[in-house]
Antibody
Framework: EVQLEESGGGLVQPGGSLRLSCVTS????????MSWVRQAPGKGLEWVAN????????YYVDSVKGRFTISRDNAKNSLYLQMNSLRVEDAAVYYC?????????????WGQGTLVTVSS | QSALTQPPSASGSPGQSVTISCTGT?????????VSWYQQHPGKAPKLMIY???KRPSGVPDRFSGSKSGNTASLTVSGLQAEDEADYYC??????????FGGGTKLTVL
């Protein structure tokens, strides 16, 4: 059974940092693109970042470029999101998702999400 | 990276069909056959319902179908059931290594 479990969310002040983790099981992690998708409270979904199977390519939505870093550890079947210089508008539930096809153009499995709150 | 346009709400009675639209541009929906649809129940993670415009993952009922014409993609739910009541989001590859979602449509089963 494919499983993805996020952790690391919490309350942080504007300008602060957080590191999200996503531990996976039930599939060959190193064979897939992986992504982070977020959802602000009461709002829609927003793609945040993608990372290729071998970490050779990483892509970000414009609003997080230079502040967020996606990474992975294939030996640990884990995905990460380092979030720096956090802003109030970054507050959201962050989902880890398995990408399919080139670039990971769609997501066939999702975690349950971890909540990030940015407030002073 | 503008969001795709979806109607905020849609509704239908049990057994009826309802279609949800997703309008983009020639640089996203119209330019690629990489449209996908997700169902999200309150407090739950999204679930993939359609990918590649009109393909259904294993386990998704054939009551769900997808299509595309020009810059607009559509999700049709036939034979509406109570459990279909949820939020639905479209997504498309938008070129230049970007993905974009629609704003979401709340489907109500009357």
């Amino acid at each position: 059974e494919v499983q993805l479990e996020e952790s690391g969310g919490g309350l942080v002040q504007p300008g602060g940092s957080l590191r999200l983790s996503c531990v996976t099981s039930g599939f060959r992690f190193g064979d897939y693109w992986m992504s982070w998708v977020r959802q602000a409270p009461g709002k829609g979904l927003e793609w945040v970042a993608n990372i290729k199977k071998d970490e050779s390519e990483k892509y970000y939505v414009d609003s997080v470029k230079g502040r967020f870093t996606i990474s992975r550890d294939n030996a640990k079947n884990s995905l990460y999101l380092q979030m720096n210089s956090l802003r109030v508008e970054d507050a959201a539930v962050y989902y880890c998702a398995r990408g399919r096809e080139s670039f990971g153009t769609y997501f066939d499995y999702w975690g349950q999400g971890t909540l990030v709150t940015v407030s002073s | 990276q503008s969001a795709l346009t979806q109607p905020p709400s849609a509704s239908g009675s049990p057994g009826q069909s309802v279609t949800i639209s997703c309008t983009g541009t020639s640089t996203d929906v119209g330019g690629y056959n990489y449209v996908s649809w997700y169902q999200q129940h309150p407090g739950k993670a999204p679930k993939l319902m359609i990918y590649g415009v009109n393909k259904r993952p294993s386990g998704v009922p054939d009551r769900f179908s997808g299509s595309k014409s020009g810059n607009t993609a559509s999700l049709t739910v036939s034979g509406l059931q109570a459990e279909d009541e949820a939020d639905y989001y479209c997504s498309s590859y938008a070129g230049s290594n970007n993905l974009v979602f629609g704003g979401g449509t709340k489907l109500t089963v009357l």
